[in-house]
């Protein structure tokens, strides 16, 4: 199916079970320990071999040599997997560095052996007696250094432009009569989530088959053919549950490649999972950021001028982070400027991270606005307001589909009590507290991606739907069988959803803010082909209706069951409707945040977020994937940060014994909103994604409320303590 003109009635309309507040139907697998993760798939491959990773001890250099002597004779042990006895291996143009190092190292905890063993106690004494000596090479490994010789991205990563002018920047900010020129920084970060990269790996003949957790089984099969160098044909991936993911499981990783070196090199079953501190500096990370923000405007408050330089840093081959993306679409100005710059850092690869661009961006855009808006004597939303706009402002001519941006400001600040915050800094107290409030925007674009399932009916009726898509704990399962409840005429418990399989059609996948619109799209496709072909078989015309499980039309009804065996596989596919209007979503977070006056303490009290993200498929799973963002912003804003060693290059907080990500006990009462909205230029569904809306701007809104609690303003993340201590008003 083709989806090239804005969406009209269909039956989703009907709004009998998509739209409607349901309990994930994966949940009792989840709650009683039953769904089967990569690592625990003892059902498939009983009493395995199992692997670990030996990551490289330096950041750059090489390896002058490995002796295995030691470790191959140890208990248990049944072989060593290096580059030396790997085989040729390829790369995929997704990694940045070779999953498999050796000689040369490219970046600390770089793989550099795989000792595989009867169990993992043996696996790992073993791994501890292999000595490696290593010759190394200088490194670069701080950003803030390599800033000044930084040059243009080649891209913004995503075959963008790295740089964009519109009208003249430097002569209308130089012009304007209220001005901000500031600075803010974003650290690195880690993905922290709970399962482990972890894969199981077997192979018959040379044919592989992989249990792991990746976010994109289309591409996994691409990039292990590609790196393995065998036919796709000859792999099958399989990742129907996994345990957090946020990006860092978007690409094929090191797990799964030595898993199947290591299944290949002992011809039996292989599983591996990477330790914690192989995550932190093996995989992927949140690069840091600086960014530069100016921002000129009339003192009627509407923007003139507006420029969002940016730095982040990666290896050789790397992207830029898209810090400055939300600066392009988010604020009128007729004069605007935004630029990327890429410095060459050893450190280990940055990538997709929990919102890419957009969360770190924000960060910054979203205090900067707060800043000149006390410049200019205006309330933080009325600055906003009035620089809101219903076009793109780098092209006027092109509106957003929906931009609602301004009824999410109006409701929070009715449902926050924003009425009640006092505009003067550091006024307001409970008992030793300093109470503050603070708000930023939400804004993520609407990514749509090509999506396929297939569709059949089996002897009882049931609508069993087969898609690769994943469920990262998003609530895939719930919101596709929604889908096909809806559009079949079924009711939930009649829909049997598989997923996570690359034997199934390949869908988008998870990540991005894509996957729920873009999967269900995929399946209506499937349902609405299937649909045609029930009512073809019945003898009924296009006005068939599929209600109650039965097809009816000209004065008779049909039970699907009649129709067993019937199956239909089709997909949705885009036209140009995301050039025609741009495709968004908005929102507003508000705070209210408590600092001690004599520790710099900060406590988040209450949190709002409003959204305005098109078609809810499922409010329960929506609100879940909400508040668990705004967690992740208050992690972002008080606490995350990977502290780098500066001398040996690599991340020291590798565990979560130092790495800090917010518990229980940090997160306070948490409201969700959902503006009633469809968008007809989304997809069929006239749904959007709202996973990464939730969390950007979230950490800018709680900067702003402790500014507006105490009067000190930090621009340098994360807001600790001793950042604050130095500035806060004397205690009695």
């Not at 000859?234 to 978007?250: A, D, R, T």
């Amino acid at each position: 199916m083709r989806f090239d003109q804005p969406a009209t009635t269909n039956p989703i309309d009907q709004g009998r079970v998509v739209g409607r507040a349901t309990p994930r139907i994966d949940g009792p697998l989840k709650t009683t320990g039953t769904a089967p993760y990569a690592y625990e798939r003892h059902d498939v491959a009983p009493a395995p071999a199992i692997g670990y990773v030996v990551g490289a001890g330096i950041a750059k250099g090489r390896v002058a040599s490995m002796d295995l002597a030691a470790a191959r004779k140890a208990p248990g042990v049944l072989t060593i997997v290096t580059a030396r006895n790997a085989g040729k291996l390829g790369k995929s143009d997704k990694n940045t560095a070779k999953l498999l190092g050796g000689p040369q190292v490219d970046h600390y905890h770089q793989a550099l052996a795989l000792v595989v063993a009867e169990t993992f106690e043996q696996a790992r004494a073993a791994a501890a007696l292999i000595g490696i000596r290593y010759e190394t090479a200088p490194g670069r490994f701080d950003l803030a250094a390599a800033k000044l010789h930084a040059p243009l991205a080649k891209d913004d990563g995503m075959g963008g432009k790295s740089q964009t002018h519109v009208g003249d920047f430097e002569g209308a900010f130089a012009k304007a009569p209220v001005q901000l020129d500031a600075t803010y920084t974003t650290p690195d970060q880690g993905h922290a989530m709970m399962e482990p990269h972890a894969t199981l790996a077997t192979w018959e003949g040379r044919k592989l088959t992989v249990w792991t957790a990746n976010q994109m089984v289309g591409w996994a099969v691409d990039d292990l053919a590609a790196t393995l160098g065998i036919p796709k044909e000859n792999v099958s991936v399989k990742s129907p549950y996994i345990g957090g993911g946020f990006g860092g499981k978007l690409f094929l990783r090191a797990d799964v490649l030595l898993a199947a070196l290591g299944a290949r090199a002992v011809n039996r079953p292989v599983k591996l999972a990477l330790t914690r501190p192989l995550m932190f500096n093996n995989t992927t990370h949140r690069p840091a950021t600086i960014q530069r923000i100016r921002i000129g405007a009339g003192k009627d408050g509407r923007i003139a001028a507006i420029g969002h330089e940016s730095w982040s840093g990666d290896l050789p081959g790397g992207k830029p982070e898209t810090a400055v993306a939300q600066t392009r679409l988010l604020y009128a100005g007729e004069h605007r400027l935004t630029a990327m710059r890429l410095a060459v850092l050893d450190l280990p690869e940055g990538n997709a991270m929990r919102a890419p661009g957009e969360a770190p961006g924000m960060m910054a855009l979203e205090i900067a606005m707060d800043e000149m808006a006390e410049k200019l004597g205006l309330d933080p939303i009325e600055f906003r307001l009035r620089n809101d706009t219903q076009v793109d402002p780098e092209k006027p001519q092109r509106p957003f589909s929906q931009r609602r941006l301004a009824d999410c400001f109006k409701l929070g600040a009715e449902r926050f009590g924003w009425s009640k915050r006092n505009a003067k800094p550091a006024q307001v107290r409970d008992g030793r507290w300093m109470v503050g409030l603070g708000v930023a925007a939400a804004f993520r674009n609407n990514i749509v991606m090509k999506s396929k399932a297939r569709v059949r009916l089996d002897g009882e009726g049931r609508v069993v739907v087969e898609t690769d898509m994943t469920d990262i704990g998003t609530g895939s399962y719930t919101v596709i069988a929604q889908t096909a409840a809806e559009t079949m005429g079924v009711p939930l418990e009649r829909v049997r959803v598989l997923l996570g399989d690359s034997d199934y059609p390949v869908s988008c996948g998870s990540g991005g803010q894509w996957g729920g619109n873009s999967s269900c799209a995929g399946v209506y496709a499937a349902c609405m082909k299937l649909r045609g072909m029930v009512a073809q078989k019945a003898g009924l015309g296009d006005d068939a209706t599929f209600v109650d499980g039965e097809v009816r039309g000209g004065g008779k009804s049909v039970p699907l069951e009649s129709f067993s065996g019937l199956v239909a596989e089709d997909g949705m596919e885009y036209g140009d409707l995301d050039k025609r209007y741009q495709q968004s979503t908005f929102g507003a977070h508000f705070v209210e945040a408590a600092v001690d006056a004599f520790t710099g303490e900060v406590r988040v009290r209450r949190m709002l977020a409003v959204c305005a993200a098109g078609r809810i498929l499922n409010p329960v799973s929506a609100r879940s994937q909400v508040i668990g963002a705004m967690t992740m912003g208050v992690g972002a804003a008080l606490m995350e940060e990977l502290h780098v060693d500066k001398r040996r290059g690599f991340f020291v907080n590798h565990d979560l014994a130092g790495y800090e990500v917010p518990v229980h006990a940090d997160i306070p009462h948490q409201d969700v909103v959902f503006l009633d909205e469809v968008d007809p230029v989304s997809s069929p569904l006239k749904a959007k994604g709202v996973g990464e809306l939730g969390i950007c701007g979230v950490a800018a809104a709680v900067a702003n409320a402790v500014y507006n609690a105490t009067g000190v303003r930090v621009r340098e993340y994360p807001i600790t303590l001793d950042k604050l201590l130095k500035g806060l008003p004397p205690v009695a």
